[in-house]
């Protein structure tokens, strides 16, 4: 395979900009042919097995609608339009994690963008550091501290707070728990494109918003919060997106009364080997996911999130 | 007037700032503080400082398998990642091509994929193919995702080093392949770095992926994952994990100052260079 494709097509008399073509398709095929092999190929193999063009385990019906048809009529997944199935569920919990993110990093990236002068940078390094360590981890301490034997039910039994022999029900397997779990585990990367929206932001329109005698709040409301949307639109699709599939947290502190889409699809994998509905149900999710796309990604630069 | 906030607003916003810091850290120095607690249960009541867990990982021949397999998977995802993005990069930032668009977009698909589908399609593909599973195949997966990361490590940079600087080693009868050796590569070395430790870390920590693909060679968040169940082992789970995390954090902080030095040093010296090579040019045409 070659690593550096061949750059040096262009025979050396000529002017370099010739033979462009070809040097572009070298450099682009080989990333090009793994994301199409390992990536565009498989999601589309999902589709097809979700209707039973490709049978893998015994379980499989060759050319079949079932899958979908049980799953659009669950009401245990699904559950109709806007229904109480889990994938409304999880999509009512993604929902509330974004919002709950944006809402918690808006200010501080706010502080640190206009605020903070020149230690920023190190400041908003302080808030992101969590996020580039063990994802995993970050969860399991929250096991930690909220189950039932756990650091804060202890303490509050030791402060007399709470009764020796009672417990918290709400705290731990339970859907609350999976909420404030993703949220804390998504609030470090939420800061990050709103502080990049804000800190492009012109200092100067700021100053000509005062000069001409808007106060603060209506600055704020007028100019910063309209200019600092690509921001937050990014932020929410990118924790929106992560955590309608979740099934990890879920699993780890939310129990069976936590549990969300993400975890019927990975359990129809796992452990009922019901592949096809789990394609079914994939499909459906990336249906949402493109959908969610269609309607926010012009808002999207995906940079703010990278760099 | 400081026209982006007050005085109480400025108040304000650093409790929030230290509100957001203690609620981000509280978890994580928890858990440490109770990986030193000589007891099976992870929480109060304190029994005493002991070292004991981190003893026991180390004589713990499952850990040290499951930790090994990462590391496997996660330099050979890095090296893919960090090789595919070179020219990816290069084409994206400094070509003009068919389909440009839907080629960055498809490129940069990746991140917007909820794990969970990636990881079944991939099952698919590979119970499809034949392929048996291994850490070979997880690393195929998360090349796939580590992939846009590295990407965009690359471009901002490769944007900043001045197109003039390759113009001029070409102008003076350098080949496209020279001038990539000698101009381009070696600018381009901190990002490289840069994106060769994301790719790292994200393997390294990914276990979705790997939990349908890594067939039975557990990496390590598998390990940890599958020791949930019982919670006798906890204690010295977490001390590896604590050791992981430690070390991560050392290495995400120091990549990202190095970043942060080498950028400025890369202003000041291809700067000045451009700016010589373009005087020289518009004095001599």
Same mark, same amino acid.
């Not at chain 1, 605020?115 to 230690?119: D, I, P």
């Not at chain 1, 796992?270 to 019901?274: K, L, R, V």
């Given at each position: 395979m070659s690593i550096h494709p061949p750059l040096e097509l262009a025979p050396p008399k000529r002017r370099r900009r010739r033979g462009t073509a070809k040097v572009s398709l070298g450099l682009i095929s080989v990333p090009m042919l793994w994301i199409v092999m390992f990536f565009l190929i498989p999601v589309v193999l999902v589709g097809l097995y979700s209707v039973g063009v490709i049978t893998l385990i015994s379980y499989d019906q060759y050319l079949s609608l079932h899958a979908w048809r049980y799953f659009l009529h669950s009401s245990t997944y699904l559950g109709g339009p806007l229904g109480r199935g889990l994938f409304w569920k999880s999509m009512k919990m993604s929902l509330g994690v974004s919002i709950t993110c944006v809402i918690l990093a808006y200010p501080v990236a706010y502080m640190l963008a206009l605020?903070?002068?020149?230690?920023k940078y190190t400041l908003l390094l302080v808030i992101i550091t969590p996020f580039l360590t063990s994802y995993l981890l970050r969860v399991l301490a929250w096991r930690v501290l909220l189950n039932p034997q756990g650091v804060i039910q202890e303490m509050l039994r030791g402060a007399g707070v709470l009764q020796p022999e009672s417990t918290i029900s709400w705290l731990y397997n339970s859907t609350f728990a999976v909420y404030l779990v993703l949220a804390y585990a998504w609030v470090p990367f939420v800061a990050l494109p709103i502080f990049v929206s804000l800190e492009s932001l012109d200092l100067q329109m700021l100053e000509a918003s005062s000069d001409l005698g808007a106060s603060r709040w209506t600055t704020f409301r007028k100019v910063t919060l309209p200019m600092s949307m690509p921001g937050v639109i990014a932020a929410f699709v990118f924790v929106f997106i992560p955590t309608i599939g979740e099934y990890v947290t879920p699993q780890i502190v939310g129990g069976k009364g936590g549990y969300l889409f993400g975890n019927v699809i990975q359990s129809s994998f /796992? /452990?009922?080997?019901?592949w096809q509905l789990g394609s079914a149900m994939s499909v459906f999710l990336l249906a949402a996911v493109a959908i969610l796309l269609a309607i926010f990604g012009r808002y999207l630069n995906v940079r703010t999130v990278a760099e | 007037m400081n026209p982006a906030i007050s005085k109480n607003g400025r108040r304000t916003l650093w409790v929030a700032f230290w509100f957001l810091v203690v609620f981000l850290y509280a978890p994580i120095v928890v858990l440490i503080i109770f990986s030193f607690n000589d007891s099976e249960i992870v929480s109060f009541p304190w029994l005493g400082f002991t070292t004991r867990w981190y003893h026991d990982f180390l004589a713990n021949p499952a850990i040290l398998t499951a930790l090994r397999t990462s590391l496997l998977v996660a330099t050979l995802t890095a090296i893919f990642a960090t090789a595919l993005a070179v020219p990816a990069a290069i084409a994206l930032v400094r070509r003009k091509f068919f389909a440009k668009g839907l080629v960055s977009g498809l490129m940069l698909a990746p991140l917007v994929i909820p794990l969970v589908v990636l990881g079944i399609s991939l099952l698919i593909l590979f119970n499809a193919l034949g392929v048996p599973l291994s850490p070979y195949t997880a690393a195929i997966g998360h090349v796939v995702i580590a992939l846009p990361f590295a990407i965009l490590t690359m471009v901002p940079r490769l944007e900043r080093i001045p197109a003039a600087l390759e113009e001029a080693s070409r102008d003076l009868g350098a080949s496209a392949m020279t001038t990539f050796r000698l101009i381009t590569f070696p600018l381009l070395v901190p990002a490289l770095i840069s994106a060769f430790l994301i790719s790292f870390t994200i393997s390294f920590d990914e276990l979705v992926i790997s939990s349908f693909i890594a067939g039975d060679q557990a990496t390590f968040p598998v390990y940890l994952y599958s020791q949930l169940r019982l919670p006798e082992r906890l204690p010295s789970v977490i001390a590896v994990a604590v050791v992981i995390l430690v070390v991560s954090v050392i290495v995400v902080v120091a990549s990202e100052v190095g970043r942060f030095v080498s950028e400025r040093r890369l202003e000041a010296q291809t700067g000045m260079a451009a700016d010589e090579y373009g005087s020289l040019r518009s004095g001599k045409g």
């Open positions: 605020v903070a002068g020149r230690r /796992a /452990a009922s080997f019901d | -």
